[in-house]
């Protein structure tokens, strides 16, 4: 069934498809010819384990681009023109869609990876002050349980889009799913390592969210007050921070890579505390990197959380 889209709704429901050309999606042979891009590249890494190799999945942004910050070339709108299925996070993470889905035209049928799931609201404790009410939190990825939802998700889009490879689709997403349960008892392990009360997140902004809730980390504070990483902090804001540090003891600032780390380390210097700047969130690594898969980066991004804490 085709739906028509309607830019308001992009994170509300699963599939849809854009009605403003003549190509659709079409079933197909063996998933041969069928053009399937995702936004972001944890989420094509995520997308081919489900594909398998009846399928290869495209990622739109680079890696090191933090999507909160991607602006679309025309050459990024022609690749979503031409693409049979488009994937993406959802929940607001890409602000850029609407303009970039209006601009491609075609007939896609996108898939929401975080469809059904509920954003996160700040936990008991939390003291992120200049959190908005109205923002979403899209960073459901950073908890591998959650990301079932995305396998889920995924599978069952593809399998619209090719019932022919249905089972196949199953097959691998049921295996992939036992893997991120695997990746989650690890995690729950490793953080074991680190005393309850030493299990405070500091973060470049508000990130790390559903991770916390997840391992029973408390979230301290962020030096961007938003779950975008475009904001911009003020002097006040800063000073809160420093005292919000100083009072938790928190022994660390966790940056992703990319960040500007400038501000990190002058509050770094006023605290004591260690600044972390390889953190992979937004984007997998090169092949050769510590990152260069969805779980790789989960894997990745513990073991350097739970070796500044311990």
């Excluded at 399998?159 to 249905?166: I, L, R, T, V």
């Excluded at 501000?263 to 260690?274: F, Y």
């Amino acid at each position: 069934m085709r739906l028509p889209y309607a830019p308001a709704a992009v994170t509300m429901i699963l599939l849809l498809v854009v009605a403003t050309g003549c190509r659709a999606a079409m079933p197909v042979e063996q998933g041969e010819g069928l053009r399937v891009l995702a936004v972001e590249s944890f989420l094509a890494d995520i997308a081919q384990n489900v594909a398998g190799d009846r399928l290869t999945v495209g990622s739109l942004i680079p890696l090191g681009v933090d999507p909160h910050g991607f602006e679309p070339t025309p050459a990024d709108v022609v690749r979503v023109a031409q693409a049979d299925v488009l994937i993406v996070n959802g929940a607001g993470l890409e602000v850029f869609l609407e303009a970039l889905l209006q601009n491609a035209g075609g007939q896609s049928q996108v898939i929401v990876a975080s469809a059904g799931l509920t954003p996160r609201q700040p936990q008991e404790g939390e003291e992120v002050e200049g959190h908005h009410e109205h923002e979403e939190d899209p960073h459901f990825w950073l908890d591998p349980i959650l990301v079932v939802r995305y396998v889920e998700n995924i599978r069952d889009g593809l399998s619209q889009a090719d019932p022919a490879g249905a089972d196949v689709y199953a097959a691998n997403a049921a295996d992939y799913i036992a893997r991120l349960q695997e990746l989650d008892a690890w995690i729950a392990a490793q953080v074991a390592q680190v005393p309850a009360e030493r299990r405070l997140l500091v973060t470049n902004h508000e990130s790390l969210g559903y991770f916390a809730d997840r391992y029973g980390f408390r979230v301290v504070g962020t030096l961007l007050e938003s779950v975008s990483s475009g904001a911009s902090p003020s002097a006040q804001q800063m000073a809160e921070l420093v005292e919000r540090i100083r009072a938790s003891g928190a022994p660390a600032i966790f940056l992703e890579t990319g960040a500007n780390p400038q501000l990190a380390e002058q509050i770094g210097r006023e605290t004591g505390v260690e600044v972390v700047t390889d953190l992979y969130t937004h984007s997998l690594s090169a092949a050769d990197g510590p990152a260069p898969t969805y779980i790789e980066m989960m894997r990745h991004n513990t073991a350097r959380i739970v070796e500044a804490l311990r």
